[in-house]
């Protein structure tokens, strides 16, 4: 069979075996989008509830978890499947994560110290998640050059997805209310809060069936040819192994690495702070916090896919360095500028207190910032980080080119990982301590270095075998 992309000749079977394969991946991601992303909007009640000891300082933590596991975890998935076949790491991660699901649906239980065993649970979660990496490196080796941005866009797009749901399943859990119902024999509580990670542990159960029985491995390089894989074995040609001589040039794979470290850092900052911002500002009670970030958060992700598929269409007629700004943080600019409407800060006299704590001490003088402010915010983040997104991800494979890209992937996923990390603690410290203003103001200024990195290494931003004059931009 023809390739509508590429004028390379391959097997209906091969054609059909490769795609199938590449879907299973699509799918993977959305699994461990959604492992993120089903109790983003819930952990910062769910942990107020099982822990009268925790603080926003500490949801920092509990947050920062599931990067640091997935930090951890990249690199050393991606060296296993540059080595072993990528079903191996597949399979051992989609499995800690639902283990780690399980255990977050028992952190409740414990007498004492239940916000540690949370963040135990969304930290193995997190390691899980690593597979990224391996998805990634995957796609970039199983299409060609001219497959890659779409594919690539592809794997955003279901990322985006996962995104979209988690909240969505979130928002439908929270009519089971904190109660919900208790099964005494197995101690276990199902609720608003342990509903959705028992679902992640069931579709991750159904993510492991898959791989085993769909998934095989397939190479190609830069120009459609078949290379050896695992379970595809077949005649390297001398122009295929001339394909893979040459350096990789460093100096744009460490700072496209950096942009998207600040990428994700803008992003983390934005999951981290709605719910407690919002519960701040707008004196929302914990269950309609949830409510309505899921909502927020859910129509940020269909926009995201609407990006996803416009940047498809973009990238096949124009160059993609051209729309590689990391505009995704900028965003938040405009939260900062704050109304003149004074925040609440009086504790309601309900059982459950709402409103600004005055043991924030930014509370007595910082104004709050309008609803509609807050919206607009929303709207832009769903502009800007999933164009910046896979447009990295696409950029950082063509700069690898036919090397292995298990480790290389890793690391980039390794750089999200600890955005993700630091945002979290980063913002819910300042946040906490000094509010609002200077927590995105300080996000500006990195923006700004970011776009100056950006600049400088711009020419060096071209695909390997463009680099070596093998093919023609």
């Not at 776009?451 to 093998?470: T, W």
Request: aromatic share 14%; net charge neutral.
């Amino acid at each position: 069979m023809v390739d509508k992309y590429r004028d390379i000749v391959e097997t209906q079977q091969h054609y059909k075996t490769r795609w199938r394969s590449i879907w299973v991946m699509y799918i993977t991601m959305f699994l461990s989008s959604i492992g993120f992303s089903i109790v983003i909007m819930s952990i910062w009640p769910y942990l107020q509830k099982i822990d009268l000891t925790a603080d926003a300082s500490f949801l920092g933590w509990v947050i920062a978890s599931y990067s640091i596991g997935q930090m951890v975890a990249s690199p050393l998935f991606g060296l296993w499947s540059n080595y072993r076949p990528k079903r191996e790491p597949l399979v051992v991660s989609s499995a800690i994560s639902v283990a780690a699901n399980c255990l977050y649906a028992y952190v409740h239980v414990p007498a004492s110290h239940n916000k540690f065993y949370m963040l135990v649970a969304r930290a193995l979660v997190g390691f899980g998640a690593g597979n990224v990496a391996v998805v990634r490196s995957y796609i970039a080796s199983a299409t060609s050059l001219t497959e890659r941005t779409s594919a690539m866009a592809n794997t955003s797009a279901c990322q985006a997805l996962g995104f979209i749901l988690g909240p969505v399943f979130q928002t439908c859990f929270t009519l089971m209310g904190e109660k919900g119902v208790t099964w005494k024999i197995i101690h276990l509580q199902l609720n608003m809060y342990t509903a959705p990670v028992l679902l992640g542990a069931l579709l991750g159960v159904i993510n492991i069936i898959l791989i085993f029985a769909v998934f095989r491995e397939h190479q190609v390089d830069d120009m459609g040819r078949q290379c050896k894989s695992i379970n595809f074995e077949v005649e390297e040609s001398e122009d295929v192994s001339q394909d893979i001589q040459g350096n990789i040039d460093h100096v744009a794979v460490v700072a496209i690495n950096f942009i998207f470290f600040v990428i994700l850092f803008g992003f983390a900052i934005f999951e981290t702070i709605a719910t407690p911002l919002t519960m701040d500002m707008y004196s929302w009670p914990r269950k309609e916090a949830v409510f309505y970030n899921g909502i927020i958060l859910g129509g940020v992700g269909i926009e995201s896919i609407i990006v996803f598929m416009v940047v498809k269409i973009i990238s096949k007629k124009t160059d993609i360095k051209n729309n590689s700004i990391p505009r995704a943080t900028f965003s938040e600019i405009f939260t900062p500028l704050w109304s003149t409407q004074t925040m609440q800060l009086p504790f309601n006299h309900t059982e459950e207190p709402t409103g600004c704590p005055v043991v924030q001490s930014w509370c007595l003088y910082t104004p709050v910032i309008y609803l509609s402010q807050y919206i607009a915010s929303d709207v832009l983040i769903g502009l800007g980080y999933p164009a910046c997104h896979v447009m990295s991800y696409t950029l950082y494979s063509k700069i690898l080119g036919p090397k292995p890209q298990g480790v290389y992937m890793g690391w980039l996923t390794a750089s999200g990982s600890g955005a993700r990390i630091l945002g979290p603690v980063f913002v819910s410290q300042i946040y906490t301590y000094f509010g609002p203003r200077w927590a995105f103001s300080l996000i500006c200024g990195i923006i700004v270095l970011s776009l100056l990195v950006l600049e400088v290494v711009y020419k060096r931003l071209i695909a390997f075998s463009v680099r070596y004059g093998r093919m023609q931009e």
